[in-house]
């Protein structure tokens, strides 16, 4: 299995980015997928999932109505459309995804050990 990210770069505040995170060696549409960040010296956050089907998106607050998680199952990729970017934004951006999660309960889908597979990051920087 892997999950390439990409769309990450340089950006100043108010600007927009859209991440992409494209996954094979596994059958894409039976995995939840989700966005993770981990700025400098911080632990990993989590930012936002995305259901199986898309139906059913979950969003932290500190970027909720800022970022959107979507996902196109035929293009076995999930992505992640920044707005309104802010400094504190600034972080490696991960994707994750995994099987068996049961994203209804915050405390599974906000959890790094849930997700079994992860991309290898990309960073995203935001000047003020």
């Known amino acids: 299995v892997q999950l390439q990210a990409s769309g990450g770069g340089l950006v100043q505040a108010g600007g927009s980015l859209r991440l992409s995170c494209a996954a094979s060696?596994?059958?894409?549409?039976?995995?939840?997928m989700a966005w993770f960040r981990q700025a400098l010296g911080k632990e990993r956050e989590f930012v936002t999932v995305?259901?199986?089907?898309?139906?059913?998106?979950f969003t932290t607050d500190s970027v909720k109505g800022r970022f959107t998680i979507s996902r196109d199952n035929a293009k076995n990729t999930v992505y992640l459309q920044m707005n309104s970017l802010k400094p504190e934004d600034t972080a490696v951006y991960y994707c994750?995804?995994?099987?068996?999660?049961?994203?209804?309960?915050?405390?599974?889908?906000?959890?790094?050990?849930?997700?079994?597979?992860w991309g290898q990051g990309t960073q995203v920087t935001v000047s003020s």
């Open positions: 994750a995804a995994d099987r068996e999660i049961a994203i209804l309960a915050k405390r599974n889908r906000e959890a790094v050990g849930k997700y079994e597979y």
């Open positions: 060696g596994l059958t894409f549409s039976t995995y939840v």
């Open positions: 995305i259901s199986r089907s898309g139906g059913s998106t």
